[in-house]
C-alpha cells in the first residue's frame, strides 16, 4: 500500500509516522521538522494530536520564487491569527530519502475554536494556493487520522478524505536535509543567477544585484600568487587575522560578499533562504573575479567565501541535532565547479565560551543569522561541523584561541607547509 508519512516527531527522529492512503494516490510525506517540542512538553505523537485541534498547512504552487514568499507570509499570517496559546511547528512533506521531494509548511496544534481561530482557518482555507489538513482520532484506542480539507458554505470547512496514521522507521537521511542543493546551496553560478534573475519582479533590489554580477563577470585566469581563505563562525579573529596576514604577507585582502555588493546585503538578509543563499552565492563569484584580477601581482587573502556560504546554508537548513546534517562525504560538501578555487582554506575555532567572551567585547551590529547562532549553541555546532565536512579543498583547521600574534604565526607556519607556489611568497 502506498503511504504518506508524518514524522520525525521531537528530536527523536526514529519516531517516524506514516499516512495510510489509497494505493492510486501519489504518496505524500510529512515530517514535523523544527522547533520540535521538547519530550516534556509532548511526551507521543498522540498527545500532540490530542491537544485542542491540530492542522498542517502547506504552499502548494509550482513557481519557486512565490513558494517561498508564500511560506514566509503564511508563517507570519499563522503566528499573528491564532493567537499565543497555540503552537506553530515548522514541518514539511517528503518521500523518505529522495532528494528536492521536501515541501516545506507548518504544524499548528493546540486550536481552541474561538471566533477568531475560526476566522483565520477560514480564510487560509479560501486559498486555492494552500493544502491544509486536520488530525482527528481514529475508529480505534490510540489511532489517529489526517483528514484534508476544503473550503464548506459560509467559511466552514469539509473534510475531503481520511488516512491512518501509523509509525513507520525513520528515513536514513533526516528530511530536512533533502532541501539542501540549490535551495539553500548553490553549486554554480548558472542556478544561483537564475533564482536572482527569477525573483527580479517581485524583489528589485535583484536588479541591482544582477547588474552588478554582470559587469564584473566574466573573470580572467592567470599564471597567480597564492589564494587564502579565512574561514570561521563570527568573532573567531578572522578580521584580525585577515589584516595581520596582508602585511605579513604584503597581499592583498578582499572579503566575500565584495562591498558592492554591500547596499543590497541587510535587504537580502531579511529575504527567504532561497534569496539569501542565492545573494551569498552570486557574492562569492564577484569576489572570485576579484581574487582573479588581484592575484596577478600578489597574494590573495579572502575573508569568507565559499565555505561560509554552504555552511551556513547547510547547518541552518538542517533541523534539529548535528546527527542529522548529511554524512561526511556527500555531494553537498563538494566545491562548485566553476568557482575559482583557492589554494588553502583555513578555518579558524576558537571555544563556544571564548567566542561569546570576544563578541561581547567587540560590539556592534550582528547579522539576523549570527543573532541566531548566538542564541543558539545547536546551530552554531552545525556551522562549524559543516565547515569540517567540506572537501577539495578541505578546511585546515586552526585552533585560534591563542593570543592574535601566536595565532598569526601558526597561520604562517601552516602556509608555508601547505602552499606550494616556489618564489610566490
Ligand atoms: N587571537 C585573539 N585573542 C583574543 N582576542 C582576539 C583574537 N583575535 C581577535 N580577537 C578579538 O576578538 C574580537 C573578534 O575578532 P574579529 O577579528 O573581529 O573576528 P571575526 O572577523 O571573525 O568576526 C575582536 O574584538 C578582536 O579584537
Ligand atoms: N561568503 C559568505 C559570507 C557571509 N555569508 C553569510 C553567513 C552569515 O549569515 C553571515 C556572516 O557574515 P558576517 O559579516 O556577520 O561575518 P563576520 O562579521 O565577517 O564574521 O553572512 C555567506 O553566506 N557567505
Not at 520540535?36 to 498542517?56: C, H, L, N, V, W
Not at 579543498?393 to 604565526?409: G, T
Request: glycine share 6%; hydrophobic share 40%.
Amino acid at each position: 500500500m502506498s503511504r504518506r508519512v508524518l514524522g520525525c516527531l521531537g528530536q527523536c527522529s526514529s519516531r517516524v509516522f506514516a499516512i495510510e492512503t489509497d494505493p492510486k494516490v501519489d504518496p505524500v510525506y510529512f515530517s514535523l521538522i523544527k522547533n520540535p517540542p521538547t519530550d516534556a512538553e509532548m511526551p507521543a505523537f498522540q498527545e500532540i494530536f490530542g491537544r485542542e485541534k491540530s492542522y498542517s498547512f502547506q504552499v502548494c504552487v509550482e513557481d519557486r520564487i512565490q513558494r517561498a514568499l508564500l511560506h514566509d507570509d503564511l508563517r507570519h499570517q499563522l503566528i499573528s491569527g491564532f493567537g499565543g496559546d497555540v503552537k506553530v511547528f515548522e514541518m514539511s512533506s517528503f518521500r523518505p530519502n529522495a532528494q528536492n521531494s521536501l515541501v516545506k509548511g507548518f504544524f499548528v496544534n493546540g486550536v481552541c475554536g474561538t471566533p477568531e481561530t475560526d476566522q483565520t482557518l477560514s480564510k487560509l482555507l479560501q486559498s486555492n494556493r494552500l493544502a491544509v489538513c486536520t488530525y482527528v482520532p481514529g475508529d480505534a484506542v490510540g489511532r489517529w487520522c489526517q483528514e484534508p480539507l476544503r473550503p464548506a458554505k459560509d467559511g466552514a470547512a469539509a473534510a475531503a478524505g481520511r488516512y491512518g496514521v501509523v509509525p513507520v522507521p525513520s528515513p536514513d537521511h533526516h528530511p530536512s536535509a533533502l532541501d539542501i542543493i540549490n535551495s539553500s546551496v548553490f553549486y554554480n553560478f548558472i542556478e544561483a543567477h537564475n533564482v536572482m534573475a527569477e525573483c527580479a519582479h517581485v524583489i528589485t533590489e535583484a536588479k541591482h544585484v544582477l547588474q552588478r554580477v554582470d559587469q564584473t563577470l566574466p573573470m580572467r585566469t592567470t599564471d597567480r600568487f597564492p589564494v587564502i581563505v579565512i574561514e570561521g563562525l563570527d568573532a573567531t579573529g578572522k578580521t584580525t587575522l585577515t589584516e595581520s596576514l596582508k602585511q605579513s604577507l604584503g597581499g592583498v585582502l578582499l572579503r566575500s560578499p565584495p562591498p558592492c555588493l554591500s547596499p543590497w546585503r541587510a535587504c537580502f538578509d531579511a529575504k527567504p533562504a532561497l534569496f539569501r543563499r542565492a545573494f551569498y552565492a552570486l557574492g562569492n563569484y564577484v569576489t572570485a573575479a576579484h581574487i582573479s584580477a588581484e592575484s596577478a601581482r600578489a597574494p590573495v587573502i579572502v575573508d569568507r567565501y565559499w565555505h561560509s556560504t554552504a555552511a551556513y546554508g547547510i547547518g541552518t537548513s538542517v533541523s534539529g541535532k548535528v546527527g542529522n546534517l548529511p554524512p561526511r562525504g556527500s555531494e553537498v560538501y563538494r566545491w562548485p565547479g566553476d568557482l575559482l578555487r583557492p589554494d588553502l582554506v583555513l578555518l579558524l575555532t576558537v571555544s563556544p565560551e571564548e567566542r561569546l567572551r570576544r563578541i561581547r567585547g567587540r560590539g556592534g551590529e550582528k547579522t539576523r543569522e549570527e543573532v541566531e547562532l548566538e542564541a543558539n549553541q545547536l546551530f552554531r555546532s552545525k556551522v562549524e561541523e559543516a565547515y569540517r565536512r567540506m572537501e577539495d579543498p578541505a578546511c585546515v583547521v586552526v585552533d585560534a584561541s591563542p593570543s592574535a600574534a601566536e595565532v598569526l604565526q601558526q597561520v604562517l607556519l601552516v602556509i608555508k607547509e601547505k602552499v606550494h607556489v616556489q618564489g610566490s611568497l
